[in-house]
């Protein structure tokens, strides 16, 4: 992975939260509609809201993807550090987040955010592990081990995040760094599954169409 202290050293930090959660509930949502971090409301089913809470579900199955790994990590240091990349990029989606809820107008200059730095250490990542794949000679079917699978579903909810973040984007300002970073999520997630199944000792399941049921044999 490379020693990134000296990196953080020089990059500027994120602000701590600043929020105490009390209650749960406050009954002000029971209308339809949620207030922004600059406390702005707007209506549940808003493309912002859409985006930010479809990455608030992404990041729930990157959790269970994570358990998963952690409980195969035992003897194993790939699917090990997998798990550490998992958690990175649960921080990560958190602060995507937090600038989908606040509106330009109100970003803090220290608000945590993706940065050019998040999308090129995933790039990293996926050109080393693509190192030790085998080549493709046709589409993978999600399976072979509940990590694998667990994998593509974050896969799949990624790329639906991005495509609502591009929907937004075309509609109002919105940090353009957020779509690369998903852009490269998914393909990360991509690869991830097949580095897991590689190093866990699993063959891939690989699609072949004439196992159709219109293809099968009488």
């Not at 600043?18 to 702005?40: C, F, H, K, W």
């Not at 958690?87 to 945590?112: C, K, M, W, Y």
Request: hydrophobic residues 40%.
């Amino acid at each position: 992975m490379g020693d990134k202290s000296s990196d953080r050293k020089s990059a500027p930090q994120f602000a701590a939260p600043r929020m105490a959660i009390n209650r749960v509930y406050t009954r002000r949502g029971d209308s339809g509609e949620t207030s922004l971090a600059g406390g702005q409301r707007l209506p549940k089913d808003d493309l912002r809201i859409e985006a930010y809470g479809t990455i608030d579900e992404l990041n729930s199955f990157v959790g269970l993807a994570r358990e998963s790994a952690c409980e195969l990590a035992v003897g194993n240091s790939a699917v090990a550090e997998l798990a550490e990349i998992l958690r990175r990029v649960q921080h990560e989606l958190f602060n995507a987040g937090s600038i989908l809820a606040t509106l330009p107008v109100d970003v803090h200059p220290r608000q945590a955010r993706i940065t050019a730095a998040e999308t090129e250490q995933l790039e990293r990542e996926i050109d080393r592990m693509n190192q030790v794949l085998p080549r493709l000679g046709s589409f993978v079917l999600p399976g072979g081990c509940r990590l694998n699978a667990e994998l593509h579903v974050c896969r799949t909810v990624c790329r639906r995040a991005e495509r609502i973040c591009v929907t937004l984007a075309a509609r109002e300002e919105t940090d353009p760094e957020i779509v690369r970073y998903l852009n490269r999520l998914s393909d990360a997630f991509f690869v991830g599954s097949r580095w897991a199944s590689h190093k866990l000792g699993l063959a891939e399941i690989l699609w072949e169409p004439n196992r159709a049921s219109s293809q099968a044999v009488p």
